[in-house]
């Protein structure tokens, strides 16, 4: 291959898994070329992705050591994207019974959840997490593309036990956007003891659910360290949980007047 072509290739293979670190020599190998070759088409790669602000190709040494790509965006791509996710939200025929608002469509679209992922992986790579975790079912696709970003497993907790999962925990939570007592399981086998969890949802009102996924990983003895969610509602104010990044803020959802207040988090990275 040309040099233009191998490059094109490391930066495809290294955007398409996020986190995986490759050693130099599978390079090598792929290309038959010497490892002085491959480090030059990386660093020209790594200049490349910089440029675009999509990311950055990391280099970590030593006999262990092997280049990866970490997903990255910056400032000026945030705040459009909290404004393109806040005026879809602000549609007055998303308005349910009840001040609910139908999401579905927006947390399915792929693409728009991409971009959101990027902003929770961004926020919380630092915290170097063993699982990402979410409660089934409408957070699964944006947990589910953080989980890749930050290339770690993903976990769901059930609402039902299911024959497939094997031996399960269960807890009783109280979800306060239904306003009643519900039950989350999870498989004996889907958690390490002691391991760090990032907790991602599409949704919270008063934080039932992520204190119940909290509570649940404590029967693992494992630790949640941070929450991410797409939407989190104004009220109530005291939330069951503390430690939680929202991406937009929903408001007053007015039936008669058919009006939707939302606005973005300005302090997402702080």
Not at 69 to 91: G, I, K, M, S
Not at 147 to 168: M, N, W, Y
């Amino acid at each position: 291959m040309k040099r233009t072509e191998r490059i094109g290739v490391i930066v495809k293979t290294l955007s398409d898994t996020p986190g995986k670190l490759y050693p130099l020599q599978y390079f090598c190998d792929l290309f038959h070329m010497a490892k002085s070759s491959i480090s030059e088409d990386i660093n020209i790669a790594a200049s490349a992705m910089e440029a675009t602000g999509s990311g950055f190709i990391e280099t970590i040494s030593g006999a262990r050591g092997g280049v990866h790509f970490v997903p990255d965006t910056t400032h000026e791509a945030v705040a459009p994207l909290l404004d393109e996710f806040c005026n879809r939200l602000r549609d007055p025929a998303r308005i349910l019974g009840g001040g609910f608002l139908y999401t579905s469509d927006i947390m399915y679209d792929t693409e728009l959840v991409s971009r959101l992922a990027t902003l929770f992986a961004v926020k919380f790579r630092a915290l170097d997490v063993d699982y990402v975790a979410t409660v089934e079912t409408k957070g699964i696709p944006l947990a589910t593309m953080v989980a890749h970003q930050l290339h770690r497993p993903l976990i769901i907790c059930r609402r039902e036990a299911k024959v497939s999962e094997g031996s399960t925990v269960s807890i009783n939570y109280f979800s306060g956007s239904y306003d009643r007592v519900q039950k989350m399981s999870l498989s004996r086998r889907a958690v390490r003891p002691g391991s760090r969890t990032l907790v991602i949802d599409d949704f919270m009102r008063g934080g039932g659910s992520t204190k119940g996924i909290a509570d649940l990983l404590a029967e693992f003895d494992a630790e949640v360290v941070g929450a991410g969610i797409a939407i989190v509602s104004e009220t109530p104010e005291q939330k069951k949980i503390r430690n939680y990044t929202a991406a937009v803020y929903l408001g007053d959802v007015d039936e008669e007047k058919r009006t939707i207040d939302v606005r973005p988090n300005p302090d997402i990275f702080r």
